[in-house]
């Protein structure tokens, strides 16, 4: 029994280690999490906090750090890129419209 308890805990803890040395990610960022708006509250060594944005108002959803590499956090992230890319592009066209 204990043995399991110490495998669980182990794997909690390198997932929840490598989560947090990730410089994607960090406490107050904000993602998507199942669809859904969220908010990096804390990223501890077992699981990590999410302030999630839904119909029933802001709520604090606890992941166990497991999980986490199975969640769509990434897209938030693409969707800024992307967003900033087309931005960037826009000012170069209207500098180019001014010369």
Known sequence: MI???LKDFAQNFMVGLKFRMNTAF???DKVILDGKD???VKIGMRDTVFGVYSDKGYTWRY???VKIPNLKLQKMI???QDKRIKENQEAINKLKKLK
């Open 3 to 5: 043995a399991f308890w």
């Open 26 to 28: 960090n406490e107050g």
């Open 38 to 40: 969220a908010l990096i």
């Open 63 to 65: 992941v166990p750090n």
């Open 78 to 80: 693409d969707d800024l």
